[in-house]
């Protein structure tokens, strides 16, 4: 999958899935969702977790940080894509990026705007990272996302306490492209 294909999906359909468990698994199954980030999950049965998310058409995302049973390492990236259908991956860690971009899968970069340093960190951590798409949590600050619209031109996805149909509309019109919920009532919104 290539960037400008996913970022047509996303304008069509902006709320991507957040699966944090099984159940959440089996609701995304059943969504309309078409785009899903996979928040858990171990060595014994991500394979299984991406591939029942694949059999049923979804675009799936992996955070690499949240895998248990992997050392934090780039080693991750290269297995997953050997042994698993997924189209990319998100990490908070640039060396997670880059890998993934060096084995042809897209990348989104997480990153939790906690204050003014992280704010301003954040052209440093791009420069790394080179990602395709940026995560910026929590996603229900509007203001925060205009500002980073006006300095870095990657698509931004909103995450985190984006909680009501109010939230999606603001961080919507702040610019982002999308946004990400590990809530099913935000999903059938």
């Known amino acids: 999958m290539k960037v400008n294909d996913l970022c047509e999906i996303l304008m069509e359909d902006p ?47 992996i955070n690499v940080d949240l895998i248990d049973g ?4 780039e080693i991750i990236v290269q297995y997953l894509k050997k042994y698993s259908q997924l189209d990319g991956i998100l990490s908070a860690k640039a060396s997670m990026i880059k890998t993934a971009k060096s084995e042809g899968l897209l990348a989104i970069h997480r990153s939790f705007l906690i204050d ?8 440093r951590q791009v420069d790394i990272s080179h990602p395709d798409f940026i995560e910026i949590l929590p996603g229900c600050i509007p203001t925060v996302i ?34 990400s919920s590990t809530n099913p009532e935000v999903w059938n919104m």
């Open 70 to 73: 992997f050392s934090q390492k």
């Open 116 to 123: 003014s340093f992280a704010f301003h960190n954040l052209d």
């Open 146 to 179: 205009s500002w980073i619209i006006e300095k870095i031109t990657i698509p931004i996805i909103a995450g985190g306490l984006v909680c009501t149909k109010e939230d999606v509309i603001a961080a919507l019109s702040a610019g982002a492209l999308a946004i």
């Open 15 to 61: 709320i991507i899935a957040g699966i944090k468990d099984d159940k959440g698994l089996q609701s995304v199954i059943s969504s309309n969702r078409k785009v899903v980030f996979v928040l858990y999950g171990d060595i014994l049965n991500i394979t299984e977790i991406v591939q029942r998310l694949k059999l049923n058409n979804k675009i799936v995302f």
